[in-house]
């Protein structure tokens, strides 16, 4: 026997070990556990009555710790120990009134045999230990036998100095304050009982890993399912449940495969598994309170998930396969560009087996793996604030992974490190790895470096079943054991479903180039439905006619859905959820909105947002801030740019909608110009004046929140919160816009392209502190750009700009602005929730100009009065352009230069041309860069028809917005007949690599010369010579 391989000497050392380390059992009680305590038993704890009636044990050092350790201390903490007993049973522990009532009087308590008794218990509960820890690892956890892993020493009874003739032996167990198989009350079994039970409990076809979870209530009560004496049984109508679920998952990739022989779906061939324990996980889930589920997964299975979990129906899904026609009543409507069939998301309500309905939305995801899981979790968040599910019990996300993406993507370890966070917890996630052991053409041995594709879920501590896919019945238990998991503890959990891939990566890839011995032994590996149908047929419950019903049903109701398939006509695509019904589509005309406010109402949540409780001590320079905040409302005058945004976050939640505004530091602000949330500097207590703008306001109607120091996962679930509901005001912000590129993903796969290939809408915000000021290569460049070049605005085609006919803004992937006043911060940001449609927003924002003198507002360009300076013919509302504020009419023929720029680089340019007394240039600031402004722009080249076109900005000619906007603003000047490219006149600087230079002189000269060329008297030479 295997188990008894190793000399008891090291078993000896083994054990000296561990006592010592057990002494950190006393520190159990404290709620957060400290680390050495997910190294011992949780049973040496002492219950505190005998805490204060027996003796305290000293600690013995490790030279006086014999194997018969009575000697010395111990023997006479014993005799101690069994005198309490004697005068009160009840002044012990449990566990030794326990072992004094077995062993007093049977044998007599001469510290000799009581001592081995001991020792023997000791080392009987590290190997029940050994087992709970690394129980796994002994696991039959691959189908395909195929799998080579070395049993950890500290399984083999030998190594604690057991021998064969210790099996029928009876030990003594104790009775712990544990849970599960030490819970029973049989401190009495024989070796052999003990280990068959160990084996069977964590060495079957799941293994559990939970001994890293530092939570001893956790711990037992998945002990208690675990060491449940009674294995599970499913009765045989339950079993007939299974078996018809299986059924489906497989004929569905046969009827596919045989259908579209060359078409590519990722199928789910090995891992049919997964759609039953999918649909027992929600049932049970369903059972337990949920009521929505939002599901992120890849490719592999998708469709099968789609057609049999979330109930896509199977006509449609042929349908697409066979090409699908577009649906009739969609022609000449705005249908975006599509994208492939296994990334399409959608929508249904499922009943389950208990009698309930389950809403479940599949979330569209690009190609990119794991991409999707974070905007899942926002997603989720998001439901739970509109649904009030304060527990966060009623709706759930599912992440479904693959073993190589979830071990390797980076986005995985962002995501869960915000399932604990309070403003980002969903009350727990449930994950499935589709594990089939490889990755397109690689092996896990080349794919990660950790022994389990799923080891990143231990940093925060959630138990992670692996199950051998083969054993349906081990799926579906594991499934369920999952979902009561995250319905009880609220927090993630995993399921690693071991399985294989039958075919290629896809059904027209070659495995054998690449895995041949793997792929010899799947050849003849028969798969889970087989298997399972030879055990219902072994165990009698089943016979070939019911297995024959299922079969035959299942393959006629898929002929019969494929024959219905033939003539499907798609209905109009439900290309807005839930909650956006009445919002335009594309094609649709969305009336322009003022965004100018009551002026009563400004000052009343201008007072609210600038004070705080009287007895509130918050810094001194914070007070000062909201000192001057005050005094701005007051006066009406010199509003600066916190102020303007906070009187726009106040405005809108007055109004009723939500705002959520999450990144890193964001609270304060990384420029130290937000200031939303105050510290009591004597209590610590916060305080944050957005919270109480009404009466009995929820209090995360206003959130505000310092996120985890990630940008990929953050904007991912801050996308995900924006989509579900269109009356929330949801931005992120980047600490420096370039931090951006570390969530390139999100702008390319979702932000940009989102509305075209899924047809869903966001009105996310994102700010991205830009500018040149010197700060070096990383901390000036939001890279404008980028999102100017992936904007999908014809730059040869001015498209309608009639105001009651325009539709720029609709037909564009999203709007990026540079804006460069508060009050039109404050319209830009309120225009996101004033209209009928929802557009991304990308906005460069200032760091400078946060405290720049004259980059102030004032109130009456914030409010709706006619006649107030920011009231134009329209009204109040954001200014795409900001015209020469010197009062020019409307033709100013003597003007020689006209000035375009964007952003912060106008206030120096204005600066530099007071200073040198400069009358004959115009200096005008595109504040909207994309879509662009045609109509402003040309009205300001008539304004000044014989001025020289300058585009000046301070990034290189290679960045900023030189390319997109020159494009544009030569088929402006060209419908004008003012000329062509050469004829615009480039100022800043030249092309770089990196974005600016690290030495701050040369900054200094750079901006200076070209703030001085652009105001010079001699014409600026063109770009092409
Ligand atoms: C971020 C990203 N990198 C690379 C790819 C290309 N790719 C598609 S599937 C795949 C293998 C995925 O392996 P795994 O996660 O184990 O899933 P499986 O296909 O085995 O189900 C790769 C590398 C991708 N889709 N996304
Ligand atoms: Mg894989």
Redesign the pocket.
């Known amino acids: 026997m295997v188990w008894f391989r190793i000399g008891s000497s090291v078993a000896k050392l083994a054990i000296r070990r561990t006592l010592s380390q057990s002494r950190c059992g006393s520190y159990a009680t404290r709620t957060r556990v400290l680390p050495c305590q997910t190294r011992c038993f949780h049973s040496t704890i002492l219950k505190s009555k005998a805490e204060s009636a027996a003796p305290v044990p000293r600690p013995v050092p490790l030279s006086k710790l014999t194997d018969s350790f009575l000697d010395g201390t111990s023997s006479v903490y014993l005799e101690e120990l069994q005198r309490a007993w004697e005068a009160d049973p009840n002044s012990v522990d449990e566990s030794w009134d326990n072992f004094f009532r077995n062993f007093v009087g049977q044998a007599s308590t001469s510290p000799g045999i009581s001592g081995q008794t001991i020792q023997e218990s000791m080392r009987l509960l590290l190997l029940v230990r050994a087992y709970q820890v690394n129980g796994h690892m002994k696991a039959k956890l691959d189908p395909l036998g195929l799998e080579k892993r070395e049993i950890p020493e500290d399984l083999t009874p030998g190594l604690y100095g057991f021998t064969e003739a210790d099996l029928d032996r009876e030990f003594f167990l104790g009775v712990w304050r544990m849970s599960g198989f030490l819970s029973e009350n049989r401190p009495v079994q024989t070796l052999r009982s003990i280990l068959s039970r160990l084996e069977q409990a964590y060495c079957g076809t799941i293994g559990y890993e939970y001994m890293h979870i530092a939570d001893r209530d956790k711990c037992n009560w998945l002990r208690d399912k675990i060491e449940t004496p009674t294995p599970r049984q499913y009765n045989s109508e339950r079993r007939m449940v299974i078996y018809d679920r299986l059924t489906w998952s497989t004929q569905f990739e046969n009827f596919l495969a045989t259908k579209w022989t060359t078409a590519k779906r ?1 199928g789910l061939e090995g891992a049919e598994s997964l759609i039953p324990g999918m649909k027992e996980m929600f049932d049970r889930s369903a059972d337990l309170g949920v009521e929505n589920i939002v599901i992120g997964m ?3 299975g998708r469709l099968n998930v789609l057609g049999n979990v979330v109930r896509k129906p199977l006509r449609q899904i042929f349908s697409e396969f066979s090409g699908g026609t577009r649906p009739v009543d969609e022609v000449g409507l705005y249908t975006g560009t599509g994208d492939v069939k296994y990334h399409l998301g959608t929508s249904y309500d499922r009943p389950t087996r208990g009698g309930k309905h389950l809403h479940l939305s599949l979330v569209a995801n690009p ?5 999707v899981d974070p905007v899942v979790i926002g997603k989720t968040r998001a439901k739970q604030y509109y649904t009030k599910d304060e527990n966060r019990t009623k709706n759930m996300g599912i992440l479904i ?6 071990a390797g ?1 980076g986005v995985v370890y962002e995501t869960l490190h915000l399932s604990a966070l309070p403003n980002y917890c969903t009350g727990g996630t449930v994950h499935i790895v ?1 594990n ?1 052991q ?3 053409t690689t092996d896990p041995r080349e794919g990660r470096s950790s022994q389990y594709c799923t080891d990143v879920a231990k940093a925060l501590s959630a138990p992670i079943f692996h199950v051998n896919a083969d054993d349906i019945e081990a799926v579906v238990h594991a499934c369920e054991l999952a979902a009561e998991w995250r319905q009880t503890f609220h927090s993630d959990v995993v399921v690693d479903l071991v399985c294989y ?1 039958r075919f290629g ?1 896809n059904e027209i890839d070659e495995p054998s180039f690449t895995q041949p011995k793997m792929y010899k032994v799947i050849r003849s590996h028969p798969s889970s439905l087989q298997i399972y149908q030879e055990k219902l047929l072994q165990s009698g419950q089943v016979t070939q006619e019911d297995i024959d019903k299922i079969q035959k049903k299942v393959s006629s109701i898929l002929n019969e859905e494929y024959e219905a398939s033939k003539d499907y006509i798609p209905q109009k695509r439900d290309w807005l959820a839930s909650h956006w019904t009445g919002f335009k589509s594309p094609e649709q005309i969305s009336r322009i909105r003022n965004t100018g406010v009551k002026p009563e109402i400004l000052k009343n949540v201008g007072k609210a947002i600038s004070t705080f409780p009287e007895n509130f001590k918050p810094h001194r320079g914070v007070k000062r801030v909201y000192e001057q905040r005050a005094q701005m409302i007051e006066s009406g005058e010199g509003i600066d740019w916190g102020l303007g945004e906070a009187l726009a976050f106040a405005t809108l939640v007055v109004e009723g909608n939500h705002v959520r505004l999450s990144g890193q530091d964001v609270e304060r602000g990384t420029f130290s110009h937000r200031h939303s949330v105050l510290h009591d500097q004597e209590t610590g207590e916060e305080y944050c004046p957005l919270d109480h703008l009404i009466k009995n306001q929820d209090p995360e109607m206003f959130t505000v929140s310092n996120s985890s120091l990630s940008e990929f996962g953050v904007l991912g679930f801050e996308l995900g919160y924006s989509m579900e509901n269109p009356n929330s005001l949801v931005l992120w912000e980047a600490q420096f816009g370039d931090f951006a590129n570390g969530a390139q993903v999100m702008f390319d796969q979702f932000i940009s392209s989102g509305e075209a290939k899924w047809l869903r809408q966001t009105g996310l915000v994102v700010l991205l502190p830009h500018g040149y000021d010197g700060q070096g290569p990383e901390h000036s460049s939001g890279r404008l750009e980028r999102f100017l070049q992936m904007s999908d605005d014809n730059p040869y085609v001015i498209p309608e700009m009639d105001p009651t006919l325009r539709k720029q803004i609709q037909e564009c992937n999203w709007q990026v602005v540079n804006v460069t006043t508060p009050a039109n911060y404050f319209h830009v940001l309120r225009r996101q929730i004033h209209r009928d449609f929802r557009k991304p927003l990308i906005v460069m924002s200032p760091k400078n100009l946060l405290r720049h003198k004259q980059c102030v507002s004032n109130l009456s360009e914030f409010d709706d009065v006619k006649g107030h300076p920011g009231f134009d013919k329209q009204g109040t509302r954001f200014k795409r352009l900001i015209k020469d504020q010197s009062g020019h009419s409307d033709l100013e023929e003597g003007i020689r230069r006209l000035v375009l720029c964007s952003g912060k680089v106008y206030y120096e340019l204005d600066e530099e041309r007071k200073k040198s007394e400069t009358k004959d240039v115009a200096i005008c600031r595109v504040e909207q860069l994309c879509p662009f402004p045609y109509d402003l722009i040309q009205r300001e080249l008539k304004r000044y028809p014989n001025a020289e076109i300058v585009w000046c900005q301070e990034e290189p000619m290679n960045m900023g917005g030189y390319q997109y906007i020159a494009l544009r603003l030569c088929t402006a000047m060209k419908a004008l007949q003012r000329g062509n490219f050469n004829d615009i006149k480039y100022v800043g600087r030249l092309p770089s690599a990196a974005t600016a230079t690290g030495f701050y002189q040369l900054h200094v000269k750079e901006q200076t010369d070209l703030v001085k060329k652009a105001l010079q008297p001699d014409p600026i030479t063109p770009v092409i010579p």
């Open positions: 990722f890849p490719h592999r190609s990119h793996l794991e991409a992974h693959g073993d190589g993406s979830f993507q589709v089939n490889v990755a397109f891939r990566h």
